[in-house]
């Protein structure tokens, strides 16, 4: 009896440890995934985390300014809020989970508000 629940036991810990593993590179891959497949890259590129665009004068998004927060990004993306007094070419088709993981993963390429 006792070596079943010691068998238990370690099947469970290796299960942890496998999906602990996976779980790592997985976090900044959705975001970047997200930002791919609704076509962002028809416009702009992500150059620090290899996003590349088709388009020759795209912005490139690597440094976001500091000043954009998530809220405002998820707003912008959506056409709700304003940028500059331009609100953004397109409305994001996506549901706002993914909204909010693509805003995540941009936002780890803002600039830092030291450097400015
Ligand atoms: C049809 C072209 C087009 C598409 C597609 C597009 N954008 Fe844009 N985006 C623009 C333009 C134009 C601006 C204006 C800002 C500029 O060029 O300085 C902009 C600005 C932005 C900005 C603000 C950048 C800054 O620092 O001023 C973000 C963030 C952004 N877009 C994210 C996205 C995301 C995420 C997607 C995909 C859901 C997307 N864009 C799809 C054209 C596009």
Redesign the pocket.
Known sequence: MKNIVVYLLFVIAVIALFGFAYSIPAVDAPGKN??VD???????SVEVAEVTSK?NDA?D?S???AD?TSDF?TK??KKEES??G?K???A???SDEE?QQ??NW?LTFKVKETEN
């Open positions: 997200i930002f609704n076509k962002c890259t028809m416009c702009h388009k912005k998004l440094n976001l300014s954009l990004l912008y993306l940028l500059e331009k953004h070419k397109t994001f088709k996506g909204l693509m805003v941009l």
